[in-house]
């Protein structure tokens, strides 16, 4: 799996947007983005995932690059229940294989 | 439906002891990940197991070994612990067959070596 890079870490205020962005330089045309978050005292939770698109779904929405070289990944509405890790992932789209973590961004949400 | 489940919880093993931690996978998943995740790092992938073998392997020696049953659980053998394997150990399910599929994963089991 192809390599990204995240900020460490992030501080938002509760129930104003967050973007959370991704760069992934060396993505290939196989690659799908997967994003990840781990709560503290959890295992990791799917969040979201796309190949070229934007996609919605409940939980947030992801904002791809034309190049596909870096995305961004937006809670539209944080609450103290998003305070987490959130990781972003490259995946080969045939792959079943073992997801590769990077140290993910830490986001910090202030009531 | 309950989702991933592992045990134990918590687990405190000496240097050279050996631990077999287990996972039952979501209801439908056939496949396993298992990850170790040290104390502010991000998860590192084991290995998996699919249709009772393993099929695809992490950078991890191997004192780490696995099994995976006809109920499609697992479990994870770590052999001669070491101070530096002390870690959450996180399983993860799917199902296989689906391209780039959700992996789903459980709380893990804390392990403590002493």
């Known amino acids: 799996d192809a390599k990204t890079t995240q900020p460490n870490s992030m501080e938002s205020n509760e129930e104003e947007p967050v973007h959370l962005p991704c760069n992934h330089s060396?993505?290939?045309?196989?690659?799908?983005i997967h994003w990840y978050r781990q709560l503290p005292s959890q295992g990791p939770e799917y969040v979201i995932h796309?190949?070229?698109s934007n996609v919605n779904n409940r939980m947030a929405s992801l904002a791809i690059a034309e190049d596909r070289k870096s995305s961004t990944l937006i809670l539209h509405r944080a609450t103290l229940r998003d305070a987490a890790v959130y990781y972003c992932?490259?995946?080969?789209?045939?792959?079943?294989?073992?997801?590769?973590f990077g140290k993910g961004t830490h986001l910090i949400i202030q009531p | 439906d309950a989702g991933v489940t592992q045990s134990p919880t918590h687990l405190i093993k000496t240097r050279g002891q050996q631990v077999t931690l287990r996972c039952s996978p979501k209801?439908?998943?056939?496949?396993v990940s298992w990850y170790q995740q040290a104390l502010g790092q991000g998860p590192q992938f084991i290995f998996q197991?699919?249709?009772?073998?393993?099929?695809q392997r992490g950078n991890f020696p191997d004192r780490f070994s696995g099994h995976q049953f006809p109920n499609y659980s697992s479990e994870l053998n770590v052999n001669a612990l070491l101070l530096g394997d002390s870690a959450l150990y996180l399983c993860?399910?799917?199902?296989?067959?689906?391209?780039?599929?959700?992996?789903?994963f459980g709380p893990g089991t804390r392990l403590l070596v002493l």
């Open positions: 060396t993505i290939s045309g196989t690659d799908y």
């Open positions: 796309g190949l070229t």
């Open positions: 992932i490259l995946r080969d789209g045939g792959g079943a294989d073992g997801l590769t």
């Open positions: 197991y699919y249709e009772e073998e393993e099929r």
């Open positions: 209801s439908g998943h056939d496949t």
């Open positions: 993860a399910s799917s199902f296989r067959v689906s391209r780039g599929e959700t992996q789903y």
